[in-house]
């Protein structure tokens, strides 16, 4: 079954504790992103990735790294956690092209205290 | 000017009768538009896309785009409590690699 898997689907940490949030997809698409969405701004992309070792910032990309190692791995990572960045975390990828749709995993949500 | 606008509802319809969603957007390059829908806590799903100007039908679903008046929308006819939901529009721009720009969404509610 083609999918994007994210995990964890929920997490709640502390302020300054850093955290992966883990998202592989299994259709060999090329292009991969994260959103996070928030309660009237909708969804902003954080970070995105065209291929393997080639990303590029997105939209809200500050306190956020991302990695591309494997074509199907990208992990979000949050250095140092704050509490702005309690959001609802969605990865997603599309094969390239104008007409291809995304494809999102199940969403992460993220509580830092 | 956000690039994409939905209004945010909620849009309230009676089971049975048809809905109507709709989605501005401001980059006349705009080449790609997408339907999701996205039930609470969960994760988008697509609906429906569209690239060329005119109508598209899939099943309860059309949408319509107008790039000259850079308008989409969807309409869903004989709506159900499931389609309660809420509805993002999405835009790919022309050379704008793969990102999709999201509207903030318009909430559904189909009442029985």
């Known amino acids: 079954e083609a999918q994007v898997t994210q995990n964890p689907r929920y997490l709640i940490t502390v302020t300054g504790k850093k955290l992966t949030v883990t998202c592989s997809q299994n259709?060999?698409?090329?292009?991969m992103s994260w959103y996070r969405q928030d309660p009237g701004l909708g969804l902003r992309q954080i970070y995105y990735?065209?291929?393997?070792?080639?990303?590029d910032k997105g939209d809200v990309p500050e306190g956020y790294k991302v990695s591309r190692k494997e074509k199907r791995n990208f992990p979000l990572i949050l250095e140092s956690p704050s509490p702005n960045q309690t959001s609802l975390y969605f990865c997603?990828?599309?094969?390239?092209?104008?007409?291809?749709?995304?494809?999102f995993g199940q969403g992460t949500r993220l509580t830092v205290v | 000017q956000k690039e994409v606008e939905q209004n945010s509802g909620p849009l309230s319809v009676p089971e049975g009768a048809i809905a109507s969603l709709n989605c501005t957007y401001s980059d006349r390059v705009s080449q790609s538009f997408f339907w999701y829908r996205q039930y609470s806590g969960k994760s988008p799903e697509l609906i429906m896309s569209i690239y060329s100007n005119g109508d598209k039908e899939d099943g309860r679903f059309t949408a319509q785009l107008n790039k000259a008046s850079q308008y989409v929308s969807l309409l869903i006819r004989d709506s159900q409590p499931s389609d309660s939901a809420t509805y993002l529009c999405?835009?790919?721009?022309?050379?704008?690699?793969?990102?999709?720009?999201f509207g903030t969404g318009t909430q559904l509610k189909v009442e029985l």
């Open positions: 259709m060999n698409h090329e292009y």
């Open positions: 997603a990828s599309s094969a390239t092209g104008g007409h291809t749709e995304a494809f």
């Open positions: 999405a835009v790919k721009l022309t050379g704008g690699g793969n990102k999709l720009t």
């Open positions: 990735s065209m291929n393997v070792e080639v990303t």
